[in-house]
């Protein structure tokens, strides 16, 4: 098996880190994939515009910041991406006529940042205390121009490669929520690759339980 | 039967905490007389977790909830809450209780009032309150009144005094009664003689009786300070309150 620069094997993630209530909102969290790494914060049931009111659901307001400059098409992008795959899983009609607003910021981009934006966004919901049927990991992979699939790929490898995947999986069932391909790949590649980011996804749901579990014991030591 | 029924509660103590995300499945043996609580629902014939915490559970009365902490207050009637007037109407008040939506408080809803005496309350104002109604689809209403009664039960205007803004989870702790911050309170009481309104919304109303703007401001610092420590720490820092 080649080596990748970073001296990762192929199906390795980089080193995650979370930290979750950084900020003053309702909710916030960060997440990182090495040296990628997204903050987002989550407020609400809060106040809705009156036209932005839905009467039977709350709604869901996404607003992505890149890392320099104002937001743009790519960004945009990312904002439907968000809303649509954390629309399914939020039980919004359980705080109807409300705002739930989504704001992630990059803060360090190499490479992956869709999955790390989501990874993001689900733990500042949990943080938030919104109500979810289900929490959502993504991860993405390349395949190299040696048909190699790596995963969570840095910005230096996304560069040059046949193409590019992002898959977003929820926990209970693992199926798939969201997934996005870029460049030309035969089915069999398309489905090694759902299968490789698909057992990556539980290591991510791992270190998810794991962050929340250290708050808790952080918080609640106090009882015990 | 099982000998866990005479148990009261099952203590998560330690290392030992049950956490639960939101999605996990909750295993619950006994199907009759189900009671959920907040954090965990009902769909088709099994029960799910909806937000992340600990697990909780009474066994004699078999109900369930997941214990966790927020900032945003979601009103549940029943709750004493502290508000800001923002609207002043004919027939009834407007309060900000840090919800989605603002709460409204109708001038009969004070004791002994007509549509001739209304209570004087101006925007700014504060108002502790009790929740009466709280539903998703409709605005919260609060009371200051027990219409059984038609007493205030220490509910009405706030004059005064100073607003703390914390955790609901601390509110929740302090209202609870814990002995370590009940000790704290006391032990504050000893210097000064405080005024305390605790919402459950993470707002706690503190007025001294000197109101003397430094000693509140002490007051203050040792409430907020109590907020992240745990029963050890609260005790050292009644301690160090001695001096």
Redesign the interface.
């Known amino acids: 098996m080649a080596t990748r620069a970073d001296k990762r094997s192929s199906s390795t993630i980089r080193p995650i880190s979370i930290t979750t209530s950084l900020l003053s ?3 916030s969290a960060s997440f990182s994939f090495g040296n990628t790494k997204v903050i987002c914060s989550v ?6 515009k009156l036209r932005d009111e839905k009467l039977d659901k709350a709604t869901i307001d996404v607003v992505v910041r890149p890392l320099v400059g104002t937001p743009g098409t790519k960004d945009k992008t990312h904002e439907y991406i968000l809303r649509s795959t954390f629309e399914g899983v939020i ?1 919004s009609g ?6 739930i607003q989504i704001v992630s910021q990059v803060m360090m981009d190499d490479g992956s940042i869709i999955a790390a934006a989501i990874n993001a966004t689900t733990m500042a919901l ?1 943080d ?2 919104i ?5 959502v990991a993504a991860i993405s992979c390349v395949i190299s121009k040696d048909d190699q699939i790596l995963l969570d790929p840095t910005l230096q490898e996304m560069e040059n490669v046949k193409s590019f995947h992002t898959f977003a999986f ?3 069932s693992s199926s798939l929520l969201f997934c996005e391909s870029l460049g030309l790949f035969t089915d069999d590649q398309y489905f090694n690759c759902y299968e490789i980011c698909n057992a990556a996804a539980s290591a991510i749901f791992e270190k ?2 794991e962050a ?2 250290n708050k ?2 952080e ?4 009882e ?1 | 039967m099982t000998s866990n029924e005479d148990k009261m509660e099952i203590d998560h103590e330690g290392t030992e905490l049950d956490v639960v995300l939101p999605g996990d499945p909750i295993n619950i043996a006994r199907k009759d007389d189900l009671k959920l609580g907040p954090g965990l629902t009902l769909t088709q014939d099994s029960v799910i977790c909806i937000k992340a915490g600990l697990l909780k559970h009474f066994n004699k009365k078999n109900k369930w909830y997941v214990e966790s902490n927020q900032k945003r207050y979601i009103p549940a009637e029943g709750d004493p809450v502290i508000g800001i007037v923002t609207y002043k109407g004919g027939e009834y008040y407007r309060l900000d209780i840090g919800s989605a939506h603002q709460a409204i408080l109708p001038i009969l809803a004070f004791p002994n009032v007509n549509k001739k005496s209304r209570p004087i309350l101006n925007i700014g104002s504060l108002v502790y309150a009790r929740i009466t109604l709280a539903n998703k689809d409709m605005e919260p209403e609060v009371a200051c009144c027990n219409p059984k009664t038609n007493k205030d039960e220490g509910f009405g205007e706030l004059k005064n005094g100073f607003v703390i803004k914390c955790s609901l989870r601390y509110c929740r702790r302090i209202i609870s009664q814990e002995t370590e911050i009940c000790s704290l309170l006391k032990k504050l009481g000893e210097k000064h003689e405080i005024n305390l309104a605790i919402g459950m919304n993470g707002r706690i109303w503190i007025r001294l009786k000197s109101d003397d703007t430094r000693d509140t401001i002490y007051c203050y610092d040792v409430i907020k300070r109590a907020e992240n420590l745990d029963n050890d720490d609260i005790s050292e820092l009644i301690n160090s309150l001695n001096d």
């Not at chain 1, 359980?94 to 705002?99: A, K, S």
């Open positions: 909102r309702d909710g407020n609400g049931p809060a106040e809705v039980q359980l705080h109807p006529r409300t705002q949990i938030a205390g109500p979810m049927k289900d929490i929820n926990k209970t998810m339980r929340v579990t808790l014991q918080e609640y030591h106090i015990s």
